[in-house]
């Protein structure tokens, strides 16, 4: 009996990860331009639960964000493609920030909490967090090389795409990308 209740326990498991995979690939066909760069996993895979330094002075790790889809951006005040996509993720917390979804940056290596605050001020980013990862060490974990890098966490607080370089994040193609998970609610 054991047997026969692991079998079914074990198809139901297999056909909810495939039901899984077909909704990401539903919404991988949504990417159009430079969102092509966006490449979702096969499976969810773990983040770092490394503590980082909020504006504050506090400590947050990533599992605060579980039970909402979160695009979370490593960036650096020196980094020239940064400058220019910071405002676009702005633009799309604006639009579609709330209970279901945010987005999250988190500066990591040497920038000083006056840095970061300049460079928002510069481009006119007053909405996206301004958290650090001095040591590097949540990007380490995350195989973070090279700046930005942009991960998509679904509600369970899992990487379920990355995207290496940057991107029009205020685009159509994001926009729906992001819409799309949210709709499909925390199986995303």
Same mark, same amino acid.
């Not at 909704?23 to 430079?34: F, P, Q, T, Y």
């Not at 005040?77 to 709330?98: D, F």
């Not at 685009?171 to 998970?181: E, G, P, Q, T």
């Given at each position: 009996?054991?047997?026969? =209740?692991?079998? &079914?326990?074990?198809?139901?498991? !297999?056909?909810? !990860?495939n ?5 990401? +690939?539903?919404?991988? !066909? ?7 760069k966006?490449?979702?996993h ?8 490394? #503590?980082?330094?909020? !504006? ?16 979370l951006n ?6 020239? #493609?940064?400058r ?5 993720? +702005?633009?799309?917390?604006t ?7 945010? %987005? ?5 290596g040497? @920038?000083?909490? #006056? ?11 007053? @909405?996206?967090? &301004?958290? =650090?990862?001095?040591?590097?060490? %949540? ?5 973070v090389?090279g700046? #930005?890098?942009? %991960?998509? &966490? ?7 795409a ?8 205020? +685009?159509? +193609? ?15």
């Amino acid at each position: 009996m054991k047997i026969i =209740r692991f079998g &079914l326990l074990y198809m139901a498991l !297999a056909l909810g !990860a495939n039901a899984a995979a077909a909704d990401l +690939s539903a919404v991988a !066909a949504l990417r159009e331009g430079d969102m092509k760069k966006l490449n979702f996993h096969e499976a969810p895979k773990p983040v770092s639960q490394t #503590p980082f330094e909020r !504006a504050d002075g506090s400590t947050g790790t990533l599992s605060d964000y579980a039970g909402k889809h979160v695009v979370l951006n490593f960036w650096a005040t020196w980094c020239a #493609p940064c400058r220019k996509e910071m405002p676009m993720l +702005s633009e799309l917390q604006t639009e579609l920030g709330g209970d279901d979804f945010e %987005v999250v940056t988190l500066a990591t290596g040497r @920038n000083a909490p #006056p840095a970061m605050k300049k460079f928002f001020d510069e481009i006119g980013v007053d @909405n996206l967090p &301004l958290h =650090r990862d001095p040591k590097s060490a %949540v990007a380490r974990e995350m195989g973070v090389f090279g700046l #930005p890098i942009t %991960v998509i &966490l679904n509600p369970e607080g899992q990487e379920i795409a990355r995207l290496q370089g940057d991107a029009h994040w205020n +685009s159509d +193609s994001a926009k729906a990308i992001v819409k799309a998970l949210i709709d499909q609610g925390a199986g995303g």
